[in-house]
């Protein structure tokens, strides 16, 4: 039998998948790297309940770990490859209603808050913004990015769901987690960017602020410092109206990224006229031009450059730490607050700090 078949993986809503079932357009709707992203993707499809579908946000990563000899596991799915461990019906539901604080409302402490709350705990979320999502409201900014912002979409109705008391323009302050009466705090605020106290930093942009829209370049020609993802990101984003390099100490960049995820970001690089140099690191920023030292040589050399970008990564940012441990018994670390590193490292982190606690 000759069967037409839909890989779904591709496709962005599963109302799209049943349209093309009910219309005859195809026989049978394939899902394959959708249901590691969430095991209950055709049941909640069956019901309608698309947004609380934890979609696959087309990272590579369950690629990575395989080849890399490793279980299977998930960026969006902490669970994936554990479930023996760490799935739902694992969970020790002791809660019994006492308040836990989470203070940030970025991947790791939504995923926190919303463990915390299945656990039978009343999850009060703390977010000095207006929305959930932390960083990750700027990651979905660069081009074929659009699926981050939907994992937003889809915490945020999981939030409400579990009933976790979601407190926007909020700062997660000790006062304001004494006042909602907090026996623990979970702290996931992330990271600050790093910007080095080399000569002229003062000139520099920071690549959040160009994702979050704060800072618009259009016809100049951009030094963007950091080959890791974001600053490969940021420059795809910058390089449609810009003439952009990307600065890299290193002798390679997106080392993170599975090889083909790489490979066309580093296509639509060149398409756009991007250069990445690599072996070379910031020393000094000036009027229309930056320094580079030659990483092999240590031999300076000048490129012009009217905007410099730094995507150089995060530290934790830890100024809450101690008045939280002053005050409070039990204080938990997540993410970047913890440890920089990505949505993946952020996820699971919060998810097994979440189920022990």
């Known amino acids: 039998v000759n069967i037409p078949v839909i890989a779904v993986n591709t496709i962005k809503h599963p109302a799209f998948a049943e349209q093309l079932l ?37 990272c590579m990563n369950c690629f990575l770990v395989a080849n890399q000899g490793r279980p299977v596991e998930c960026t969006v799915n902490p669970t994936l490859g554990r479930e023996l461990t760490y799935d739902d019906d694992k969970l020790v539901k002791d809660g019994a209603g006492r308040t836990v604080a989470v203070v940030g409302a970025g991947p790791a402490g939504v995923q926190a808050a919303l463990v915390l709350a299945k656990r039978g705990f009343h999850a009060v979320l703390f977010e000095k913004s207006d929305r959930v999502g932390g960083t990750v409201k700027f990651g979905s900014t660069p081009p074929h990015k659009e699926l981050l912002g939907e994992l937003i979409d889809t915490q945020e109705a999981e939030l409400k769901q579990y009933g976790v008391d979601v407190r926007l323009n909020t700062a997660g302050t000790v006062e304001e987690c004494k006042k909602a009466g907090a026996c623990g705090v979970f702290l996931a605020v992330g990271g600050n960017p790093i910007a080095p106290p080399i000569p002229g930093h003062e000139k520099a942009v920071l690549a959040e602020q160009i994702l979050a829209g704060e800072v618009k370049l259009t016809g100049k020609t951009i030094a963007v410092i950091g080959g890791g993802v974001t600053g490969l990101e940021t420059a795809e984003y910058l390089s449609a109206d810009n003439k952009v390099t990307v600065v890299e100490m290193q002798n390679a960049v997106g080392t993170t990224l599975y090889p083909s995820v790489l490979h066309f970001l580093k296509d639509r690089l060149d398409k756009n006229g991007a250069e990445i140099l690599t072996g070379h690191a910031i020393k000094a920023i000036g009027e229309g031009e930056v320094t580079l030292s030659v990483t092999a040589t240590a031999m300076d050399v000048t490129r012009k450059a009217d905007v410099v970008v730094f995507a150089l990564g995060v530290r934790p940012n830890r100024a809450l730490v101690d008045e939280m441990e002053a005050a409070f018994d039990r204080v938990v670390l997540l993410g970047d607050t913890e440890k920089p590193g990505n949505i993946v490292n952020a996820m699971h982190s919060a998810n097994d700090k979440a189920f022990v606690f």
């Open 22 to 58: 009910e219309e005859g357009v195809s026989d049978y709707v394939g899902v394959a790297r959708g249901q590691l992203a969430d095991a209950e993707w055709a049941n909640k499809a069956k019901r309608g309940d698309d947004v609380l579908i934890r979609k696959c946000i087309g």
